[in-house]
């Protein structure tokens, strides 16, 4: 194919030639006016380069000597910046900036070269106050203009161009400390010496005087929007000193890498494309594990798009634990209404796979096991703060022709035969409880009231023989509450998740402990290890039904010096409304052994519950309510009716104030019965102060568990 000439006619070209010729000398004589009088220019854009800063940032800016070295290199020296105020923010010896001329041309300040030599940057925090509290301040006073003016895609592409713009094409750092200081109980310095040449980044940095050594090394080029980092140690992992010491954490690794691979418009969105890669990176926090957690290999190929009003991690990205992937999304919306999206989507892949791809340290009880199959998973979440009721939540895990090949440390088909369990208080082990028959207490499933069976599943897990560990719908509304009432006040467990916490775990709440549950649920209910006749046997045989108390059979003897078998359906409803505060039972009786009005409602709301359902008759007088009668001998321990108990102050770990509890443990003689044995299975009472009210020590109890709480959550 031809490409046709063009023919231009002689006089546009005479006409052009002459309009360029104009410019080039036009721009030469400014070039020559402007580097005569570029000095003085100089003086001038440093004066009130510092006016600025002291007018809006309050900071005192002091340069010794500034001058040109070149067509457009400026050299500074003795350089400090220090806000009103505050300490010292930086002070540098020497510093040289050469620019690019072309784009500043356009208005765009780019650095072709950089050297300094001999400086700090400090941060202080003190009190509430920091040395760069200024540019908070700044920042928080624009932001609210520029959301007006300018949307998010616009202000990305602005902040990512500065960030590149300050990037020079050769740099060389010499004796740079960035030290940091929060309220002089944790400091961190670092000692830099950094190199780029055509490129290449090079650099040492001397962490806290010689405590390690760090390398940031990588490819920079900052005009194509490329950049490429990898961050490691001399001969030992890279730490981060400051999450030791100030945090109680502690997070390590071999190596890090980062890489900026695009950037630039996608139609009506800014698109950021790069990629997070760690190798053997160990993390140790106490809410997340009790011990190491060790990530072999990770890495996220990611794709950021951020549109008008909204920033999200594109579903296009990839995230890789060693041979296992899966693809997420997440989406936050910004405006009046907040909304907030995250889909997780693992296409089907090898089972074992994805079991070696775990965190060692994650899952203790699972280590070792052997699977065979595949596995895929789907996540979906979607909450519009505007209206939290609607919330919508699924979570799919399917197997496919999937299979059990070996157990690793834990048996989790070992609850199909008698074993021991120990319950634990404060950490601590209470006492070993056989289930089987060997135990006196052990009630089989078969002699067990209907009427106590129906009610705490009414109360606790309706679908129970229909679901496979998990009900949706639950753990939907249990989020919408939590998120309207801002703290976590509904949970959203199943009774197999709760004997699967209770019987294969620590009592330790963690992140990685309660992964591990919903892990091991799935594995049991998905694979019929157990059946729902036996897990319900064995629940109804270890949970938590009173101080110190274990099981029906223990609790219907102490409460009613009742068989299990003859539990009434006021009894049933009775322990049922318990299981949530089972060291609160005592207070819900009055002074003759009745319950108190109070509960009257609670009877009857979950009473014509189970009458619609068909599993009580209805029952106009209150489901057995009145006829609720604690036996004899534990009345001497009720406090008097005129006494005003707060149920509510009683959570599961306080144990003030109970009565004593006094076991049927074959395992104990007669003596230990009475008295309390070496195992002290009986709770001990702390004798009252009788100097003080009943009301009074109360509250110095609810003061002393708030205190508590206000602790751990500034830990």
Known sequence: ??????????????????????????????????????????????????????????????????????????????????????????????????????????????????????????????????????????????STENTRKANLPEIANNILNQVLYKIPDDMNVKNLVFKFNDHDTSKLSFATTATIDGGDLKSTINVNNGESTWHIDGLVKPGRKQLSFTAYADGKKLELPYLNNKLHAKLSFDTLQTELKDAGYSGDDYKISGSWSVKNMLINQARLASNDIIVQSAKLDADVLVGPNFVALDSSSTAYLKNAEIHPYVKYTLGKNKIYELKLNANEQDAQGVLDAFPQGLFESLDGLKVQGKVKYNLNFYLDTAIPDSVRFSSTLTPVNFKILKWGKTNLQKINSPFVYTPYEYGKPMRDITIGPSNPNFTPLSAISKNFINAVLTAEDPSFYTHNGFVEESIRKSIAVNYKEKKFKRGGSTISMQLVKNVYLSRQKTLARKAEEILIVWLIEHNHLVSKQRMLEVYFNIMELGQNIYGIGEASRYYFGKKPADLTIGDGLFLASIVPKPKASMYKFMADGSLKPYMYNYFRFMGNIMARRGLVPGDTSGYGFYNVRLREGLRQYLAPDTAVVDTTAFDDDDEDGMPPVIMQDKNKNL??????????????????????????LRQERREQRRKERELEGGE
């Open 1 to 142: 194919m031809r490409i046709p000439k063009i023919k231009i006619p002689k006089k546009y070209l005479k006409i052009g030639a002459w309009i360029l010729g104009v410019f080039l000398i036009v721009s030469v004589a400014l070039g020559a006016v402007a580097y005569s009088k570029r000095e003085a220019l100089l003086k001038k854009m440093v004066a009130k380069a510092i006016a600025k800063a002291d007018k809006d940032y309050g900071l005192e800016v002091k340069i010794g000597s500034a001058g040109f070295t070149g067509l457009s290199t400026v050299k500074m020296t003795a350089i400090s910046v220090v806000p009103k105020d505050r300490d010292t923010l930086s002070n540098i010896g020497e510093m040289s900036i050469g620019v690019k001329l072309f784009p500043l041309i356009f208005g765009n300040v780019k650095l072709s070269e950089v050297e300094l030599s001999d400086g700090f940057v400090s941060v202080v925090v003190r009190d509430s106050t920091t040395n760069i509290d200024f540019i908070l301040k700044r920042k928080k006073k624009d």
């Open 671 to 696: 003596f230990d019965r009475i008295f309390g044995g070496a195992k002290k299975d009986t709770a001990i009472v702390k004798p009252a102060d009788t100097t003080k009210s009943k009301k009074e």
